[in-house]
């Protein structure tokens, strides 16, 4: 699994991180596991024969359809999770891919969690006190900000940001000022690399060395929340890079076990399996896996068992034409958005052609000085639009939600002076 990890995590925990342990029912479940028990009177198990479901069964849109039905795994799927890390069979696939895909340099491993959502809470609440700084890009993902961060009473340090994503230079300048005037100096750094939420930025290659450079410097643990990754459609319809394209991510770099890297069934699959992957330096995971288990019990058993069942089903071949597949939907929709934007709104809005996932982010002109002077217009006309950020004159579109057909461009038609 690569080189020993070269941060001491001890040294980062917070005064929670530090106590996290493993809840009572895991450790028991890990003795009985390794002492080949025989007779099990110490735990709150409910009995398997009690449980009501002998199979789950479900029907894709293509038709194929397919069944849980062995009695280990529909047994596992309803019981309480007797692991930390998630199903077995489930982890095991997940850290297969994460394995083929990243080819991470330093130590790590994986865990199944409870979607990207719960795992930012935790590992925030991992590595930070109330009144810590994180650093974000200066326009962010709005549960982070308001739902972790504020909530929390954490505080946000933004990083200017240009069509690249976040600008090292401007991250090398804030921890440098910090330093000078004694200020705390961050543990974190919270990135979406891309199609950035709300911006649709993707960070490139060479831009990712910098900024990780810059995190070694100051030794910073970059939080890689990469919703989107599977969604990239760079370069058109015609050259969609499947998962054997995608270009490398700050994991795949992570030569100190400094990345903690979130992936997400949201986006891919579908938000209400409550599904993703984590993947960090085992210290920092294995805190987080009992997290999980302590707050959550771990994954929904149920959900964990379906998506087994699909990803058997579909196998690497099948998997990789269902990703070809968003590709090519997010894609045809971004390019019809795109098109209604340049038809209907130019000279009243910059925005660039959307290259990953679901977002277009489009600054207002005309003299607009916020979002609001346009929004409630817009709904009134019957178009519901997100504000881009709360201190920028700007509109979040998304490219997939709205089934328009083809060449509809006259949703985005402004009204008479509804810009002006």
């Given at each position: ?10 040294q ?25 028990i025989q007779?099990r ?12 479901f002998?199979?789950?069964s479900?029907t894709l ?19 309480y ?5 998630g199903h077995p069979?489930?982890?095991?696939w ?5 394995l083929?895909?990243h ?44 739902s ?9 340090l933004p ?38 939420n ?6 490139p290659l060479?831009r ?18 990469d ?14 890079p ?10 795949s770099?992570?030569t100190d ?7 997400s ?21 294995e ?21 087994m ?9 099948g ?16 390019a ?12 009243l809005?910059?925005?660039r ?15 607009v ?8 217009q817009?709904?009134e006309?019957?178009v519901?639009?997100?504000?881009g950020?709360m201190q ?15 060449r509809?461009h006259n949703i ?9």
């Open positions: 699994m690569g080189s020993v990890t070269a941060i001491d995590y001890d980062l925990f917070s005064a929670s991180g530090r106590a996290r342990g493993p809840d009572a029912l895991a450790a028991m479940a890990h003795l009985s596991d390794t002492n080949n007779v009177m110490h735990g709150g198990l409910p009995a398997a024969a009690n449980f009501p002998e199979s789950f479900y849109r293509n038709g194929q359809r397919s069944t849980v039905e062995e009695a280990s795994k529909v047994s596992m799927a309803q019981q999770n007797l692991t930390l890390t069979d489930l982890r095991h997940m850290r297969q891919h994460v083929n895909q080819r991470p340099p330093s130590q790590h491993d994986t865990y199944v969690s409870s979607g990207t959502n719960h795992a930012l809470e935790v590992v925030t609440a991992l590595m930070m006190e109330r009144g810590d700084p994180i650093l974000c890009e200066e326009f962010s993902y709005f549960y982070m900000l308001d972790v961060i504020t909530a929390a009473g954490y505080k946000v990083v200017a940001m240009d069509e690249y994503g976040m600008k090292p230079e401007h991250l090398s300048k804030i921890l440098q000022q910090r330093s000078e005037l004694g200020m705390n100096i961050p543990r974190l750094l919270y990135t979406v690399p891309v199609g950035q709300p911006t649709g930025t993707t960070v060479e990712r060395r910098q900024l990780y450079k810059v995190a070694q410097e100051w030794n910073l643990i970059i939080i890689e929340d919703a989107y990754y599977y969604l990239q459609y760079p370069n058109g319809a015609d050259k969609l499947g998962t054997h394209a995608l270009g490398a991510s700050y994991l770099m992570d076990g400094r990345v903690v890297r979130m992936d069934c949201s986006k891919l699959l579908a938000p209400g399996l409550r599904l993703g992957w984590v993947t960090a330096a085992p210290p920092l995971l805190k987080m896996a009992m997290h999980t288990h302590a707050s959550l019990n771990g994954p929904n058993g149920i959900c964990q068992a379906l998506l069942e699909l990803l058997d089903q579909w196998g690497e071949a998997f990789e034409k269902y990703v070809l597949s968003m590709q090519a939907e997010y894609q045809r929709r971004a019809i958005l795109h098109a209604a934007v340049e038809k209907e709104l130019t000279g809005v910059e925005w052609r959307p290259t990953a996932g679901m977002f277009m982010w489009l600054k207002l002109l005309a003299g000085r916020d979002a609001d002077e346009v929004l409630p817009l709904a006309d019957g519901m639009a997100s504000d950020d920028l004159a700007a509109i979040r579109l998304t490219v997939i939600l709205h089934n328009y057909p083809e509809h985005l038609k402004p009204q008479p002076g509804l810009l002006l």
